[in-house]
C-alpha cells in the first residue's frame, strides 16, 4: 500500500476535531467529520503528493482536458486506496461513529454522465499504475443542478456541492493566470485560480493532479460606483468573471448562454495551457521547440479543442515564436478522443462569437484552416472535398449565409491521434462521420475501448461480492489486473458458489431497497427482478422505448395475455438537460406509468416502476451492486460506446441491449448466449431509413403499439397539461422535431425489445441457469478495465513512462 503514517493521520483527526471546530469528533456533525478526517488525510498524503507532482513534471507527461470530471464522493475511494478504511473505522467506533456516516456527504457536482465518469476513471487507472497524467477542467461552483421530482416533473435546483467546504481540493493561488477576451475597446480579463484535487493511486506512492480552474474577477469591486449608490455596476466584474465557473453546461438555446459556453472552453484552456508551459519551464527551460517531445495533450471530445490556436497564441505572442514554428509545435501537441457520432453534439461555432469572444484567436484559426486546405490540395484532394473538410465553412442555412467554425474538423487536422471509443464506434466515425479524414489521414485513427475502475465499481460499491471474489482467486490482485477475473470461470457449475453469489444479489438488492426508501421515499420490493436503466436522458437511449414497453405489459397483463410475469422492478436513473423539452417529457411519462400501475390492484403485483431522483456517482454505486437487468438498449449506431453497460456487467447484471456501442464487445467477450441483444443493427436501421421506414404503418397494423401510443393522448395518462406526451407521439409518427418519423426507430424494435425482455423474464425462473450467466459476465468483465484502456493510451498514443515516486 501507499506509504502513510497512519498513527499520524489518527492523531491529526482528533487534533483538527479540536482546533477548527472546538470539540470531540463526537459530537462533530457528518460534514464536520468528513472535513476532519479528510483535512487530516490530506496533510498524510501531502508529501507523496509535491513528489509525484515533480516527477510528472520532470518527465513526458500527458494532461487530460476534459469539460468534466465526475469524480462522486472522494472519502470513501481515497480511504480505500490508502488502506486507511479499517483504521479510520476503527477511530470512528471508538468514538460511537459508523462510517456509513459519510454517505451524507453530497458528490462533488462535476459532471453530468460519462464523459465525465470516463474522465475521472482514465486518472484513476494512470495514478494507480504509476503513469505521468493529470487532468485539467473547471471548478463549476453548482455543477448541473440538483434534480427533484415534484408531481412527476423534473425540478432543478442548484447544486451547491462545496457549501460545507471542499476538504480534498488545495487553492492553489500562486499559480494563477489571466484569460482575456474580447476585442482591445471591450476586453474583459478575469483571473484562473487552480484548485488541485490529488487522484490517489491504489496501492502506490503515486498521486496524480486534477486541477480545476475558477473564474473570479480582477476586482472584487468598483468602489467609486458602489460610493455613488450603483451597486449592481459596483459588481458587475465579478459577476461577469464568477458565470464563466458557475454552472456546468449552461441553457445554450439563447445567445447569451451560447456565448458563455464559449467562453468557458476558452477560458479553462487557455489557463491549462498556460499552466503546462510555466510546469515546462521550469523542469526543462526556455527552449520550447521540444514541448512535443515532453508533453501530449489529450483533448477528451471537443470543448476543450480551442486549445490549438490558443497554443499557437501563446507561442507567438508570450514567447516570441514564430507562425511557422508555433504551428508545428503545436501539431505535434495534441490528440482528440471522440465520443459522440450525433451531429448536433460536434460543435460548430458562429463565427460572429469567436469574434466577439476570442478575436485573438480568430487569425490563428483562419491560418489553420488556410494551410489544411493547402496541405490537402497538395495530396490531391477535390476541392469540393476541402471544402466540405474545413475548419471554417460559410453557407446557406436556410435564407441566411452563416459562416461557422467546425471544432471537429479543428480537432482531426490538428491532431497526432484520432480515437473512438469502441470498436462499432471508431468504425462509424472512418466510415461515415469523419470518413473524408480518414480516407486522407487513416495512420492517425485508432479504437481505444473505454473501460471502468475496478476501484470503485467493484471493490469499494459491492464489498460483499469483492469478499467472494477474493476468496476464489486466493488474493486481491484483480484489484489492478482485472483480466484475473477469468479464473472464476472454473466455478461456473458450482452451485454452492452460486448460491453465495445469489445471496450477495439479494444482500445488495436489500441494500438498494432501503437506500431508495431513505433517499425517495419509495418502497420497493427486494425479492423482485431488479431491471435497471441508467444514464443520461437522451432520446437516442431511449428511456422512452423502455417505458413504451413497460406500458405494452401493463396492457397485456390486464387483457390477460400476459400470464407468466415474474414481478419486476424497473429502476430509471436519468437527468434531462434544462431545455431538452422532449428529455423532460419522457420523465414525466415515466412517473405517470409508474403512478398508474401503483393505482392498478392487478398490475401493481407483478411491476413496479421507480424513477429515483438527482441520480449522481454515488446513487449509480447502489444500483449496479443490485441489478439483475442491465438496460443498454440505444439505437444501434448512436451511442459511441457506453461505461454504465461495464458496470453492471462487472456486478453480475444481464445485458438487455442492441448491437451498439461497447454492448457488442460485452458479448463477444461473455457470449451472446449468456446476454439478450435484440434489434436492428447499424446495417438494419441504415437499410431500413434508405427504404423509406414508415413507422405510421407499423401504428397502424400493430394493435399492441396502436394502444400504447394512443394511451399518451387518450386520457389513459396525464401530462398535466403541458401538451408533453401529445408531442412524444407525434414525434414517433411524423418528421418535425427531426427530418424523419421516428428518428431513433422505437416502433422497429419495440416487438424484439418486448420479446427478448419478456423470454429473459421466463429464464429468470430457472435460478441456477441464470446466476450461471451473470457469473460468466463478471468473469468475462476483465477487458473493460479502465487500466487496460489506459495501458493503451499510454502506449500507443501518449508514449509516457511509469515514474517512481
Given amino acids: 500500500m501507499a506509504k502513510v503514517n497512519v498513527e499520524q493521520i489518527m492523531q491529526s483527526t482528533k487534533l483538527l476535531a479540536r482546533c477548527l471546530y472546538s470539540r470531540e469528533l463526537s459530537d462533530l456533525s457528518p460534514q464536520e467529520l468528513h472535513d476532519v478526517v479528510s483535512r487530516a488525510v490530506m496533510g498524510g498524503i501531502s508529501e507523496n503528493w509535491q513528489k509525484s507532482m515533480q516527477a510528472h513534471e520532470h518527465t513526458r507527461r500527458a494532461c487530460y482536458l476534459s469539460a468534466e470530471f465526475l469524480v462522486g464522493r472522494a472519502i470513501y475511494n481515497n480511504l480505500m486506496c490508502l488502506g ?209 517531445e515532453l508533453l501530449t495533450v489529450q483533448l477528451n471530445d471537443t470543448h476543450p479543442v480551442i486549445c490549438v490556436p490558443e497554443l499557437v497564441r501563446l507561442l507567438t505572442a508570450q514567447e516570441g515564436m514564430s507562425m511557422d514554428d508555433s504551428i508545428a509545435i503545436a501539431l505535434r501537441c495534441f490528440n482528440y478522443t471522440n465520443h459522440t457520432v450525433l451531429p448536433e453534439a460536434l460543435e460548430k461555432w458562429d463565427w460572429d462569437f469567436i469574434g466577439e469572444v476570442i478575436p485573438d484567436c480568430a487569425a490563428i484559426i483562419l491560418e489553420l484552416d488556410r494551410r489544411m486546405r493547402a496541405d490537402l490540395a497538395s495530396r490531391g484532394v477535390a476541392r469540393e472535398i476541402i471544402d466540405r473538410m474545413a475548419i471554417v465553412q460559410t453557407g446557406w442555412e436556410g435564407v441566411e449565409i452563416k459562416t461557422r467554425l467546425h471544432m471537429a474538423n479543428l480537432a482531426v487536422y490538428c491532431s497526432t491521434y484520432v480515437n473512438g471509443v469502441a470498436a462499432l464506434h471508431t468504425e462509424i466515425l472512418k466510415e461515415s462521420v469523419l470518413a473524408d479524414w480518414y480516407k486522407v489521414f487513416p495512420e492517425r485513427f485508432q479504437n481505444k475501448t473505454n473501460g471502468i475502475t475496478q476501484r470503485r465499481w467493484l471493490g469499494l460499491c459491492n464489498p460483499q461480492l469483492s469478499a467472494l471474489i477474493t476468496e476464489l482467486l486466493g488474493s486481491d490482485k484483480w484489484l489492478t489486473d482485472l483480466s484475473q477475473l477469468k479464473g472464476l470461470a472454473k466455478f461456473v457449475d458450482d452451485k454452492a458458489v452460486l448460491d453465495r453469489f445469489m445471496q450477495v444479489k439479494q444482500t445488495r438488492r436489500e441494500a438498494l431497497a432501503a437506500y431508495i426508501l431513505k433517499h425517495d421515499g419509495i418502497t420497493i420490493d427486494p425479492n423482485t427482478i431488479f431491471d435497471i436503466q441508467i444514464k443520461r436522458l437522451h432520446e437516442y437511449k431511449r428511456q422512452l422505448l423502455n417505458a413504451l414497453s413497460i406500458l405494452g405489459m401493463y396492457f397485456m397483463i390486464k387483457d390477460g395475455e400476459l400470464t407468466d410475469m415474474r414481478p419486476t422492478t424497473f429502476i430509471f436513473g436519468a437527468k434531462a438537460a434544462s431545455s431538452y423539452r422532449r428529455a423532460k417529457g419522457i420523465i414525466k411519462l415515466i412517473n405517470a406509468i409508474a403512478e398508474l400501475v401503483e393505482n392498478d390492484p392487478v398490475v401493481s403485483k407483478y411491476i413496479k416502476v421507480v424513477f429515483v431522483s438527482n441520480y449522481n456517482v454515488s446513487y449509480a454505486e447502489q444500483l449496479v451492486a443490485a441489478a439483475d437487468i442491465s438496460e443498454q438498449i440505444s439505437t444501434a449506431g448512436q451511442e459511441a460506446s457506453g461505461t454504465g453497460n461495464m458496470k453492471l456487467m462487472l456486478n453480475g447484471a444481464v445485458t438487455l441491449g442492441t448491437y451498439d456501442g461497447a454492448n457488442i464487445e460485452i458479448v463477444q467477450e461473455a457470449g451472446e448466449e449468456n446476454n439478450y441483444i435484440f434489434g436492428a443493427r447499424v446495417e438494419d436501421v441504415n437499410a431500413a431509413r434508405a427504404g423509406g421506414y414508415n413507422p405510421e404503418a407499423i401504428y397502424s397494423s400493430d394493435a399492441l403499439i396502436r394502444r400504447v401510443l394512443d394511451a399518451l393522448t387518450d386520457g389513459t395518462l396525464s401530462d398535466g397539461g403541458t401538451g408533453y406526451f401529445a408531442e412524444l407521439k407525434d414525434t414517433l409518427l411524423h418528421s418535425g422535431a427531426y427530418p424523419y418519423a421516428d428518428n431513433f426507430f422505437l416502433l422497429l424494435d419495440y416487438r424484439p425489445y418486448m420479446e427478448a425482455r419478456l423470454r429473459l423474464n421466463r429464464d429468470f425462473g430457472d435460478k441456477y441457469a441464470f446466476a450461471r450467466k451473470c457469473w460468466l459476465n463478471i468473469a468475462n468483465a476483465g477487458w473493460f478495465s479502465s487500466d487496460r484502456t489506459i495501458a493503451e493510451y499510454a502506449k500507443e498514443i501518449w508514449n509516457i513512462q511509469p515514474v517512481e515516486v
Avoid at 465579478?238 to 477560458?267: C, H, M, W
Fill in 84 to 292: 486507511l478504511t479499517d483504521e479510520v473505522d476503527k477511530l470512528l467506533s471508538e468514538s460511537g461513529i459508523s462510517i456509513s456516516t459519510f454517505e451524507d456527504i453530497e458528490d462533488a457536482a462535476l459532471g453530468n454522465g460519462g464523459l465525465g465518469r470516463l474522465a475521472a476513471c482514465f486518472l484513476d487507472s494512470a495514478a494507480t499504475h504509476n503513469l505521468p497524467l493529470d487532468g485539467y477542467g473547471i471548478r463549476y461552483r453548482f455543477g448541473l443542478f440538483k434534480q427533484t421530482i415534484e408531481e412527476g416533473f423534473q425540478r432543478e435546483k442548484l447544486d451547491d456541492w462545496s457549501r460545507f467546504g471542499d476538504p480534498w481540493s488545495v487553492r492553489r493561488e500562486d499559480l494563477a493566470v489571466t484569460v482575456r477576451f474580447g476585442r482591445w475597446d471591450k476586453t474583459h480579463i478575469v483571473r484562473a485560480v487552480p484548485y488541485d484535487m490529488p487522484i490517489i493511486g491504489y496501492g502506490t506512492s503515486n498521486i496524480g493532479t486534477l486541477r480545476l480552474w475558477q473564474a473570479e474577477p480582477m476586482t472584487e469591486m468598483d468602489l467609486d460606483k458602489f460610493n455613488e449608490g450603483k451597486y449592481t455596476e459596483a459588481v458587475s466584474e465579478k459577476t461577469a468573471a464568477e458565470d464563466i465557473s458557475g454552472v456546468l453546461y449552461p441553457n445554450d438555446e439563447t445567445r447569451q448562454g451560447r456565448v458563455l459556453r464559449l467562453k468557458q472552453q476558452y477560458f479553462f484552456c487557455s489557463a491549462s495551457l498556460q499552466d503546462m508551459l510555466r510546469a515546462y519551464k521550469a523542469a526543462h527551460g526556455s527552449d520550447l521547440s521540444r514541448l512535443p
